[in-house]
Nanobody
Framework: HVQLVESGGGSVQAGGSLRLSCTAS????????SGWYRRAPGNECELVSS???????YHADIVKGRFTISQDNAKNTMYLQMNSLKPDDTAVYYC????????????????????WGQGTQVTVS
């Protein structure tokens, strides 16, 4: 049974930083390409960052240079370091055991896809 739990969200002023953590059980992050999605009110879910099994990373253009994804296999935890936050970054952030269009679509419809965390709110003012 895969379970992911996010933490580290909160409220921050524009220009500030937050670090999100995602701790997994029943699954190891080095087994699949994992990532972080977010959904802002009225918007679809979008892939923010991902990390592959070989350690290569992807960051959406809108966060490139500001966000960094990483993982600690010893702790089975994935992180998203978010710097220079903007009000447009306000969203619920979800970690996903495996990235893919099916999960993104379910998220966009308001569902929590299997293998995803419950989400953590990030508010930037």
């Amino acid at each position: 049974h895969v379970q992911l739990v996010e933490s580290g969200g909160g409220s921050v002023q524009a220009g500030g930083s937050l670090r999100l953590s995602c701790t997994a059980s029943g699954f190891t992050f080095d087994a699949t390409d994992s990532g972080w999605y977010r959904r802002a009110p009225g918007n679809e879910c979008e892939l923010v960052s991902s990390i592959s099994t070989n350690g290569s990373t992807y960051h959406a253009d809108i966060v490139k240079g500001r966000f960094t994804i990483s993982q600690d296999n010893a702790k089975n935890t994935m992180y998203l370091q978010m710097n220079s936050l903007k009000p447009d970054d306000t969203a619920v952030y979800y970690c996903a055991a495996a990235v893919g269009e099916t999960g993104r679509s379910l998220c966009s419809m308001g569902w929590t896809p299997p293998g995803w965390g419950q989400g953590t709110q990030v508010t930037v003012s």
